[in-house]
């Protein structure tokens, strides 16, 4: 295809093989924006491979001493959840091997345990002290103990007519949709993929334009703005096809695709990004500043998704500023339509955010970077 001599530069055609073909020249390009992708695809998810939290060192205190307290204990030890790595003479001394960080948690059987049980007579019970900085863990040694409990107390003692008040236990059943095992791989995994497709296409994009700023050349024909920001967008395409479909089926991740509505929504989160990388860019007087300045920003990106906390629970300008990036109506689009194979109705507010954001960077990039009316190339800024 012939350049374009109302621009004086590439066609978009010209363009788009082009910014391929550097792409695939350039290492840190490579390296950044295809090599990096399939690194974190089988890296990231390998930490969670067991799916739940297991074997969390706990120090018991048995004050009861009794028959169903020596039951329970050997219950808990029986579970995946939790390991009793200690066995202290009092509460004090498992609260100071837990601030040593020698467990995860004290749970202490108090004394008149099986009594209490057996004739519901009131008492101290069972109290679980848990190292709350780390949530799950905390969650996951509450309920194993609650667990073992529960089983005791409802299914053994009723059994032996020794529980009678109340009438017949009540069964709770809890089953997990979206994510059958309940794992914490199933949970973050899909929508940590989202960001690591915009995170390096945005630092690819960015890092390509940074080098053509310190070269004098980042002014662009029309055309070759075009077929440059669809060649970025094409390379982010190429991510998530390999994402979603090769590597969430190769990880084992739970889904219930809409794969049209995937197909669908795919080229719109690749543009949006892609703008951004290439606008940003533009600001960047070399290549390496782009890193260094980006770098940071795949922490908070993540918690602006809503996947740690509720989005609608974060303040109101927080929740403005996160619309603003790509990934968080990503998150809010792609997980529902892989994991809960929603349609795009469902999904229309994000895509709508995605279009938008579209149509804003790409505009942003083409005000900045393309020359109009045949303008000669500007002065770098």
């Known amino acids: 295809m012939a350049a374009d001599p109302a621009a004086g530069t590439m066609s978009f055609g010209r363009a788009f093989r082009a910014t391929w073909a550097t792409v695939l020249a350039s290492r840190t390009l490579l390296s950044t ?29 048995d004050e009861d001493a009794s028959a169903l307290s020596r039951e329970l204990v050997r219950d808990l030890e029986a579970t995946r959840a939790v390991v009793v790595v200690d066995r202290a003479p009092g ?23 099986e009594r209490q049980l057996r004739t519901g007579a009131p008492g101290a019970g069972i109290a679980v002290w848990v190292n709350a900085s780390y949530l799950l863990r905390a969650s996951t040694i509450g309920e194993a103990v ?70 004098g050349s980042w002014r662009m024909g029309r055309a070759e703005y075009l077929g440059t920001w669809a060649a970025f967008a094409s390379v982010g395409i190429c991510t998530c096809l390999f994402l979603f479909g090769f590597i969430f089926w190769v990880q084992g991740i739970p889904r219930d695709e809409n794969v049209g509505g995937m197909l669908f929504a795919t080229p719109l989160l690749s543009a949006a990004v892609a703008g951004l990388g290439l606008w940003l860019g533009s600001f960047f007087d070399r290549s390496e500043r782009a890193m260094v300045i980006l770098g940071p920003t795949s922490a908070p990106f993540f918690f602006l998704s809503g996947t740690a906390w509720p989005l609608d629970q974060m303040p109101r300008f927080v929740q403005l500023l996160a ?46 970077i393309a020359r109009h009316g045949g303008r000669p190339p500007a002065q770098n800024v």
Request: proline share 7%.
């Open 33 to 61: 924006m295809l090599l990096a992708v399939v690194l974190y695809a089988f890296y990231y998810p390998a930490p969670y491979s067991q799916e739940v939290a297991q074997q969390l060192p706990v120090v018991l205190v």
């Open 91 to 113: 509460v004090a001394e498992a609260q100071a091997a837990l601030r040593a960080g020698k467990a995860d948690g004290v749970v202490l059987i108090a004394r008149g345990l």
């Open 146 to 215: 609650t667990e073992v409990l529960r089983h005791l107390a409802v299914e053994k003692l009723a059994v032996l007519g020794q529980i009678v008040r109340g009438g017949p236990p009540v069964t709770v059943i809890r089953e997990p949709l979206f994510n059958p095992t309940a794992g914490y791989k199933g949970y973050v995994f899909p929508a940590v993929a989202i960001v690591i497709v915009q995170q390096t296409l945005l630092f690819g994009a960015a890092t390509f334009m940074g080098g053509r700023r310190s070269q």
């Open 323 to 368: 619309q603003a990036i790509p990934s968080t109506s990503g998150v809010h689009v792609f997980v529902p339509l892989n994991q809960m194979h929603a349609t795009l109705a469902d999904v229309a507010p994000g895509l709508a955010i995605l279009s938008g954001l579209g149509l804003l960077y790409g505009g942003l990039g083409w005000q900045r």
